[in-house]
């Protein structure tokens, strides 16, 4: 083998690495995007301004337990119901 094959086949074997390594990247984003999903909505929920403070706040002004219950079970089935339309979206 010549030093110039020997130089051409060690570009190929960087190149190579260089695209496993972008691959790996590109597979280990698209892993971790349900669970940036997941915490973007987890951040509304909880913001100060989001819709499950506005039902909480209603499930608690509200009389009733049972109904302050339903409103409550009502905003956890909304929250769940967003994650699962924005993974079957994508």
Do not use: C, H, Y
Not at 43 to 49: D, I, Q
Not at 57 to 75: C, F, H, V
Not at 81 to 87: A, F, K, M, N
């Amino acid at each position: 083998m010549t030093p110039q094959d020997r130089a051409l086949k060690k570009q190929l074997l960087v190149m190579k690495g260089e695209a496993l390594r972008i691959k790996l990247r590109l597979e280990q984003q698209r892993l971790a995007q349900p669970l940036r999903w997941a915490g973007e909505g987890f951040a509304f929920w909880k913001a100060p301004g989001g819709l499950g403070a506005i039902v909480d706040i209603a499930a608690k002004l509200l009389p009733g337990a049972k109904l302050g219950r339903w409103l409550k079970g009502g905003s956890r089935l909304l929250a769940a119901w967003r994650l699962i339309s924005r993974l079957l979206r994508r």
